[in-house]
């Protein structure tokens, strides 16, 4: 089924807020078998009241079993079937940077490596270059100049770098040039479609370029190609919900998910307090706010539970300050689950809240995995919670007659 | 998933008889938050004993966020995915006013106009000419006569007829002739896909004969052309389910929607009573009744809470009647649900009791909302409950070794 098909169909345009109040990873487990979760642990009165006021269920990011990244995460969160849509490689390392890609650039994942006098590979990941060596020399490679193409070059961490490719006819499907073996040279790009043949020619200019910039490197000496990938073909939320939809982040990857999407990426926030002075500064600018919180997601990746419950309690405290602005519609949840006792991502379903006047409230006191499951929401793929708010917020006519 | 697959590969014949007594929009909502639901006000002794002895859940008629009209509730009911399966505008308004339509009908919504001198509509409604003078002027189109094809001409309200082309050849893919605007001559019919040019042809005709006989009328001097359908191609109940199926309905549309899925429309009960005098009448003739109860709906949709608590007390009057029969299954639910706090269609999950021998089940005490949450059949899609009904009458196989 496809979603969007129904949502642009249907969707209508009032004077609606809607904030979607993302706890990254925020789902989690008891430390031992019959205890409480990291969300069950926390105080969080602010969302308990909401709990009590509004409508509790669980989200599945992907299906049952699946654990998402952060791309399919979102983009489930999001409306966005993660199994339809799929964000290539090298545009989700451009996106993690907070590189906006506009449709037709091609991004790609690049490593820094060494080859020797022959030209066959000793070092794979340039003896993992430390960041600080390695970010000059990406920089460095802006110097590449090819005609009709404009090449963005950015650095990321030690051996890894970003390009961009943006210029008319190009297109992503172009295999790995790191041949996964020392002794023998980087491969030659091919095509694996047609239509990418530019793509193939640009790049064999930018190796040729960028192996005479790095000629006298004594370690990053050359560079692989991976996860070539075009822009992902996302519709803006504009397009499938009629939403003119804000973004108040604080991290590159999650500002870029968004953009993805269609949002503006509004603010400069660093904390989530300076978060909230960004919503308030927005609010009359926009229908619909996505607010990420990173730090229930960093502390279960890290393991520790009380960090995590302490984090939860914070991701709570913004709660008064968003309610206080009076959205019709207010959603707190995660991308995924993130269990400290699991020091990952993981499948669980994400525990789920939604206020609105008529969301049909349910017999719930509190915001926790527990108590979701006994929620008027139900158990549900994530993919639907962007239509089950439109609805609450009026923004959904009525399908047939 | 092709749920008619598997019913098709599976179902089994016997004696026993399934009763699906839908009370239409009976979903709702509390008037306060922590209230009742107008069905939980309601008392509702008998659909509560059954619920004691049966297992309740809650039913998604379209998919999460979606509030569905008449046709797409009616169809989930029925197990026929509400997405797949589109009954266009004009097949659903010729459904609507109870004409049968036959394999390869073309159906078309049609309005009736004002034109002047040159010819241009002056009034895309015939100004909004009253059903008392319009029902006689579609009836006089009748006098159009096309070689080889069959018309029909049903009158419906105000500016509002409904044609109906049977014969050869004919397919439902044509533009609307409506320019939505006035000033202009009405557009001719075009196809929209290849197979339909004989459909236009004789569209044209009908034009050519329609304007002759209604020039000399003051107001309703001609007619634009909308929502050109085929007869949707829905598989028959005794095809897929291998049921001989009986609809009692009072309403027109309800009737409809049944003899689409070929049930035989039984009776000419007006009332709840007489519907209980036909489903007796014709308890023996068949496996499966569907019978519909409007008035939760309308109650509803007119935003009166009390009423609606009063028709749902209606609708509860009828069960020991139907008990009486001594259905293998007997199932209460309805197409959608209708809130009286919104007075109109929503998205909400419907309540929904399943009552068998074997049906499992579970702790709920009474029919409503929030019972139903905590049911023995969870939260699930609306086409699948048919499939539950058959399985609870044990008239589905095995599936695989």
Redesign the interface.
Known sequence: ?D?HK?SRQ?FLKNDSKIVMYVGDGLGGLPQQPGGKTELETANTPNLDKLAR?GVLGCTIPVSPGIAPGSGPGHLGLFGYDPIKYVIGRGALEATGIGFRLEPGDVAIRANFCTIDADGNITDRRAGRIPTDESAPLAIKLREVKIPGVEVFVEPVKEHRFVIVLRGKGLEGNVADTDPQATGVPPLEPVATAAGSQKTVDVLKQFMKQARQILADQPKANCCTLRGVADKPALPSYEEVYGLKAAAIAVYPMYKGLASLVGMDVVGEAKTLEEQMVVLKENWDKYDFFFIHYKYTDSSGEDGNFDLKVQKTEHYDTAVPQIMELGPDVFIATGDHSTPSMLASHSWHPVPTLLWAK?C????CESFGESQCL???L???AAK?????????AGR??????
Chains 1, 2 share one sequence.
């Open positions: 089924m979603i129904l249907l006021e008529n049909r409230t349910d017999a006994r929620g008027g139900g158990t549900f639907h919670l962007m239509m089950v708010a439109l609805a609450n959904l006519g009525k399908y047939g007659a």
